[in-house]
Nanobody
Framework: VQLQASGGGLVQAGNSLRLSCAAS????????MAWFRQAPGKEREFVAV????????HYADSVKGRFTVSRDNAKNTVYLQIDTLKPEDTAVYYC??????????????????WGQGTQVTVSS
C-alpha cells in the first residue's frame, strides 16, 4: 500500500490549496479515504472522510465550510480542497484508507496505512 500526498506549501492566510493523494497497491474504489493532520506537538486529528463512491462525506467541525474532500476512483486519487486558509491549519496533512466508515473512522488509531504527508504552512 502506498499513499503519496502532495500539494502542500507555504501560503498566506485567506488563500487556497488543493491537496492530492495518489494511492496504489490496493483496490482504491473499495476503501473509504480519510484526511488527517498533525500540527507540531499535537496529536494527529481527523479532518475529513469520503466513502467509496463519494456519496457519504464527513468533516471535522473545525474545517466545515472551508474544506472539501473528493475522489476520482478512475485515477486512484483523493483530493482535499482547502479554502480561506488560517494559520491554525498549519500541519502535515496525511491521507489514509479504511474498508468501512463507522464511529472509529474519526480516530487515527483506526488506520494502519499512512503516507509521508504533505506540509501546509499558513502565514498570517
Amino acid at each position: 500500500v502506498q499513499l503519496q500526498a502532495s500539494g502542500g506549501g507555504l501560503v498566506q492566510a485567506g488563500n487556497s490549496l488543493r491537496l492530492s493523494c495518489a494511492a496504489s497497491g490496493f483496490t482504491f474504489s473499495a476503501y473509504a479515504m480519510a484526511w488527517f493532520r498533525q500540527a507540531p506537538g499535537k496529536e494527529r486529528e481527523f479532518v475529513a472522510v469520503i466513502s467509496q463512491n463519494g456519496g457519504n462525506i464527513h468533516y471535522a467541525d473545525s474545517v466545515k465550510g472551508r474544506f472539501t474532500v473528493s475522489r476520482d476512483n478512475a485515477k486512484n486519487t483523493v483530493y482535499l480542497q482547502i479554502d480561506t486558509l488560517k494559520p491554525e491549519d498549519t500541519a502535515v496533512y496525511y491521507c489514509t484508507s479504511r474498508l468501512w466508515m463507522d464511529s472509529a473512522t474519526y480516530s487515527a488509531t483506526s488506520y494502519r496505512n499512512w503516507g509521508q504527508g504533505t506540509q501546509v504552512t499558513v502565514s498570517s
